[in-house]
């Protein structure tokens, strides 16, 4: 650690030779996670939907840093088609994955579907994630070291899974907050069944969660782009003020995520975030979930029904 015994980047151990694939990162925390990690010597695959964006993202990095080893692949998180594509160029190329940093979301989108007819929040925040952590599953069980770093959010916290009715379909009402905050509830639950699975079954793999607090990205407006009208666009001016006053910076939030990531002393099942005040900023460190994070039964039913949607099964041979 350092002098002040806080955590930072200078911190992580040279990552040359190590893979690693970000989900969402051509902004926000992923876009930071890539800078900082190439930084280090890793070799980042920058997994992103839109070409575009990715390539842009992908350019800039390479102008501050041109020894930066990174390579973008396309990723839709809200189609299984494109999840198993995403899968299959990886593979044809790599034959290790050292971190996968399951970061990529959307927030509070008004309601729609993916292309899997799941809802578009828990279809991507954590059913795409779940499809591609199994598809990628045999690589990370076969690196040595393998970690999977799941992203979750305070949010988690207001969050219920109903794995009855996952799709807001049946007896509940869509609301995003709802939709989004069981979401990231979906995740934590997904990060910590994943790593008692793992070491009941002697793997190796470690299993961690992560939380940004409430930093500065364009996560927060980026839904509201889908609905249009006024009331999108007041709640975008709304949130641009609150992270111009409230919340840290992109950077700041993502240092949780790279602390799961590279820190030598975890347990898989350990969440981290900041420290600071309600845990929405400050510097990051091993903080605590809910009880519904934790709840073992809630966990594996949920893990069943994710099967089930997905059609993905895990090999824990």
């Known amino acids: ?170 007896s509940r009402k869509y609301d995003r907050s709802r939709a989004y905050a069981q979401s990231k509830l979906a995740n934590l639950l997904f990060a910590y069944e994943l790593d008692r699975k793992l070491e009941k079954n002697n793997i190796s793999v470690i299993s961690l969660g992560a939380h940004p607090g409430y930093s500065a990205t364009k996560l927060q407006s980026a839904g509201l782009k889908l609905e249009g009208g006024l009331r999108a666009r007041l709640w975008r001016v709304v949130y641009g003020i609150t992270n111009r006053l409230v919340a840290q910076s992109a950077y700041m939030g993502t240092l949780p995520m790279i602390m799961a990531a590279t820190l030598n002393d975890v347990n898989g099942g350990d969440y981290f975030g900041p420290k600071g005040f309600r845990g929405m900023r400050g510097q990051p460190g091993k903080v605590t979930s809910n009880g519904k994070s934790h709840d073992t039964d809630m966990a594996q039913k949920l893990w069943n029904q994710s099967e089930e949607l997905t059609g993905i099964k895990y090999n824990f041979n």
């Open 1 to 170: 650690m350092s002098r002040s015994n806080k955590w930072t980047t200078e911190n992580i151990p040279d990552l040359h030779g190590k893979n690693v694939i970000i989900t969402g990162a051509n902004s926000g925390t992923g876009y930071e996670a890539t800078k900082i990690l190439t930084e280090k010597g890793a070799y980042v695959i920058m997994a992103c939907r839109s070409e575009t964006r990715g390539k842009e993202s992908l350019e800039k990095i390479l102008k501050n840093n041109p020894k930066a080893l990174i390579e973008y692949l396309q990723l839709d998180l809200s189609s299984l088609m494109s999840i198993k594509e995403f899968v299959r160029n990886y593979k044809s190329k790599h034959d290790r994955l050292d971190i996968l940093l399951n970061n990529a979301g959307v927030m509070q989108t008004p309601q729609r579907k993916t292309a899997d007819d799941f809802e578009l929040q828990i279809g991507t925040n954590h059913l795409g994630h779940f499809a591609l952590t199994g598809l990628l599953f045999e690589l990370i069980k076969n690196t040595s070291g393998s970690r999977i770093v799941t992203m979750s959010s305070m949010a988690h916290t207001m969050g219920s899974v109903n794995t009855e009715d996952l799709n807001f379909e049946k």
